[in-house]
């Protein structure tokens, strides 16, 4: 079954979704690459106010492409989720609740989503273009320098996404691999 989820995202709604959950996301959602949070926890470091409000808001990891005539958003796949796992903490604390990207994450973001109720969402690669459809509107809001890494306030309706890990640490990967090597083992018996 598919869930339906829209922003702002809850700590509620995010304790309802678990680890496998095929998601559709609408609303607000904003888009930040490793770049953009190194400038962000600078400004956070800095006692200076950050471009978003991170309280219950969801970024997606991903540096479009130009955006074609006739449409809001190019082609958007994930970018690897590892290399904004020296921020993502940083970003959960301050409220942030859903991250959108691929591939695994490291120990401390996962104890921080358990800690500050998050939620890491897996996205299609090679399904950018896929993925830009579901863009309704885009606006740059911080980092015009950065380009494609420049965050923007997306509004999104039927993102598709799937739960990886849930905000009691319930990692589809490793899940995943379990169930693999458990049939393995049948398997051969």
Do not use: W
């Not at 995010?14 to 490793?34: C, P």
């Not at 358990?114 to 459809?133: D, P, R, T």
């Not at 458990?182 to 398997?187: G, L, P, Q, Y």
């Amino acid at each position: 079954m598919i869930k339906r989820i829209t922003t702002p995202l809850t700590p509620e709604k995010v304790r309802a979704l678990r680890a496998g959950d095929q998601v559709l996301i609408s609303g607000t959602i904003y888009t930040g690459r490793d770049a953009a949070h190194r400038r962000l926890c600078e400004a956070v470091e800095a006692n200076q106010p950050l471009p978003f409000d991170p309280q219950d808001a969801i970024i997606y990891y991903v540096g479009p492409t130009p955006t074609p005539p006739g449409k809001v958003f190019g082609s958007g796949g994930p970018t690897t989720s590892g290399r904004m796992d020296a921020y993502a903490p940083t970003m959960l604390s301050l409220g942030l609740r859903g991250m959108i990207g691929k591939g695994y994450r490291n120990d401390a973001v996962k104890e921080a989503m358990k800690k500050y109720q998050g939620i890491y969402f897996g996205a299609i690669g090679g399904a950018g273009a896929v993925i830009g459809n579901a863009v309704q509107s885009c606006e740059i809001i911080a980092y015009e320098d950065l380009g494609p890494e420049a965050i923007r306030r997306l509004e999104v309706k039927d993102f598709p996404a799937v739960v990886v890990i849930d905000c009691e640490g319930n990692d589809l990967y490793e899940m995943g691999r379990h169930q693999y090597l458990e049939n393995c083992k049948e398997n051969a018996a």
